[in-house]
C-alpha cells in the first residue's frame, strides 16, 4: 500500500495496526483514534492531510512520519500537491440564531456519531437555516462531507482547543 495524503485513516490503521500508537506519540490529539466511534465513522472518511490539519501538523510532515514507520520513503515538498486554504471571510449567513447547536465532545461521549445526528437536523431544516458544531478541534472530515453534499459551511478557531464549525442548508 503506497501512503498519500489522500489515504484514508481507516484503511492505514487496518493495513498497519501498529500505527494506532505510532500515531498518537506523534500527535497525542489522535487519541481520539481510540473512540470506537470516531474510528468507524470519522476514520472512513478522513484522509492523512485532513488528519494532520485537525492535529495542528504539517500535512506532509504527518506523511513522512507515517511513511517512516513503515519503511516507504519520505516524499519532498515537490512530490506532494498541498492545497494552500485560504483565508475564508466570514459569511454574512453565520449571524443567523443557529436552529440547532451540537456539541462533538458531548455526542461522543454519549456513544453518537456527530455527522448522522447533524445530518438528521439537517434534513429537517428549511433551507437557509444554520446548525452549528462545537468542537475541541477543526472537523476537516466532516467539514468535506457536508460541502460534498452541498451545504455551505464556515469554520471558526475561537481559541486553541475550541471551533466553531456553521453548516447552512
Keep these: ?18 500505527l494506532e500508537d505510532k500515531l498518537i506519540e506523534i ?16 476514520a ?6 485532513q488528519a ?14 507515517i511513511r517512516e514507520a513503515v519503511g516507504q520513503e519520505k516524499l519532498d515538498v515537490e512530490d506532494v500537491k498541498v492545497e494552500e486554504e485560504s483565508l475564508q471571510e466570514i459569511p454574512k449567513w453565520v ?5 440547532e447547536i451540537f456539541d462533538a465532545k458531548e455526542l ?11 445530518n438528521k437536523s439537517l434534513k429537517n431544516m428549511n433551507e437557509g437555516e ?13 467539514i468535506e ?13 475561537e481559541s486553541e482547543k475550541s471551533f466553531l464549525t456553521y453548516i447552512k442548508k
Design 52 to 65: 494532520a490539519i485537525v492535529g495542528g501538523m504539517e500535512p506532509l510532515d504527518l506523511l513522512n512520519k
Design 44 to 49: 472512513k472518511i478522513a484522509g492523512i492531510k
Design 27 to 42: 500527535n497525542p490529539k489522535f487519541k481520539k483514534l481510540k473512540n470506537p466511534i470516531l474510528r468507524r465513522t470519522v
Design 145 to 157: 462531507e457536508f460541502r460534498k453534499k452541498g451545504y455551505e459551511v464556515y469554520s471558526d478557531k
Design 108 to 118: 461522543l461521549d454519549s456513544g453518537k456519531n456527530p455527522l448522522a445526528e447533524i
Design 1 to 18: 500500500m503506497e501512503i498519500t495524503l489522500d489515504t484514508k485513516i481507516y484503511d492505514l490503521l487496518k493495513e498497519y495496526p501498529f
Design 130 to 142: 444554520v446548525v452549528l458544531l462545537k468542537s475541541d478541534f477543526k472537523p476537516e472530515p466532516l
Design 95 to 99: 449571524t443567523n440564531e443557529p436552529k
